[in-house]
């Protein structure tokens, strides 16, 4: 019994500091979505065009996940986390200070080279500590405050934004990098679960891992998912301020909720998956973004849009914490590639969904995001019922 309680609360401390971490990585892309008209604003740019801000974020955030989930494995996790956390806040500091729109999106694109590897070394490091029947519980709780951090950062940015500048806003979250830095010196615990064999090298573990009957399902499904419910989420902020006419504080306190239904649902998806099966898990996170895009489509007022963004969260983080767990049987000692390779898939697939979204609204406004996004996810769930999940 005292073992049992022991256990309970190194897996909580364990996932509060990688929280904390991931919760960083998170918001330091997403308080951008908010603040991405007046940047527009300042470089004397469309949104659509300020929107590659997102992409050159998300494009090297998901190529390098799996690159730092397969060296993670090898050398030192918590090293390796300590580093990247570094990396990230230095390219927060140079995106505040950038001077034009290209010299912003390459300060993304290093931030986004070293943020990668947070979420998937810090889910190696979970799926390492915790025993398999508890995982998805604390992958749910962890990913919960990833994207808690999400949303935060969306609210947080829109009212540093309204009362100081976007700029403002980076410098803020260049801090909170800094403040998780210190708290991962301090208190993550080292890792001792290294791989010893350094025969097979990266392109093999990971073909390995991508032709496994596993993976065939995970990887696919998770490039499908940040695409759709992503690429869904991007221009949000900007539709609250063009269309509904609200400012960016209040798009931002909008968009937290987001994270909010992100951070509740996470706490429970473990309970639901063991109750009717992560099949069924995926397909009703993938019901609440239908839902969301009917929403948006139709009503056009903040009340409404509320619960779009609750409904959004509910479902991204029912497909993603279920496709992350499912991520930890795909190879029998690597942890960290395979939860690279979700990674890899959910923000390639934001960032090309985010590009795609940026297309549909200089060709047909937000409606045409809105109504395209809802026959593609439906689509998407048609083809989930009919795999057979192992």
Request: hydrophobic residues 50%; proline residues 2%; aromatic residues 14%.
């Amino acid at each position: 019994m005292i073992d049992t309680i022991n256990n309970t609360h190194k897996y909580n401390t364990l996932v509060l500091i990688l929280g904390l971490a991931g919760f960083v990585s998170a918001a330091d892309n997403w308080f951008v979505s908010p603040s991405l008209s007046p940047i527009a604003s300042e470089f004397s740019v469309s949104v659509s065009i300020a929107g590659s801000v997102l992409t050159a974020y998300m494009i090297p955030y998901g190529i390098m996940q799996p690159i730092y989930g397969f060296f993670s494995d090898r050398w030192s996790k918590a090293n390796v986390l300590k580093l990247i956390v570094c990396g990230l806040a230095l390219g927060t500091i140079g995106s505040a200070v950038a001077s034009s729109l290209l010299i912003l999106c390459i300060f993304r694109v290093i931030t986004g080279f070293f943020a990668a590897g947070i979420i998937a070394v810090s889910l190696a490091l979970i799926g390492d500590t915790v025993p398999a029947s508890n995982r998805q519980a604390y992958v749910g709780r962890f990913m919960g405050i990833v994207f808690l951090g999400q949303g935060l950062s969306a609210g947080l940015g829109g009212l540093i934004t309204q009362h100081l500048s976007w700029r403002g806003a980076f410098i803020f979250f260049s801090l909170v990098a800094i403040c998780s830095e210190a708290i991962l010196f301090r208190s993550l615990p080292r890792d001792s679960k290294i791989i010893e064999s350094k025969k097979q090298n990266f392109f093999t573990q990971a073909k390995l891992a991508l032709n496994s009957s596993g993976g065939k399902i995970v990887f696919p499904f998770a490039l499908s998912t940040g695409f759709l419910l992503l690429g869904l989420y991007s221009y949000l902020g900007s539709f609250l301020h063009e269309n509904i006419g609200l400012d960016y504080s209040q798009c931002g306190i909008i968009i937290m909720f987001y994270g909010f239904a992100c951070l509740i649902g996470g706490s429970q998806v473990g309970k639901f998956s063991k109750r009717f099966g992560q099949k069924n898990v995926i397909l009703a996170g993938q019901v609440f973004a239908l839902i969301t895009t009917l929403l948006l489509y139709f009503f056009h007022y903040w009340q409404v849009a509320l619960i779009a963004a609750i409904f959004l969260g509910f479902g991204y983080i029912s497909i993603q914490s279920t496709l992350a767990t499912m991520a930890f049987d795909i190879m029998s000692e690597d942890k960290g590639l395979p939860s690279g390779l979700v990674g890899l898939g959910l923000f390639c697939g934001g960032g090309l969904g985010s590009l795609f979204s940026g297309w549909l609204l200089i060709k047909g406004g937000y409606q045409s995001i809105w109504i395209i996004f809802f026959i593609a996810i439906l689509v998407f769930n048609l083809i989930t019922l009919k795999i057979k999940f192992n």
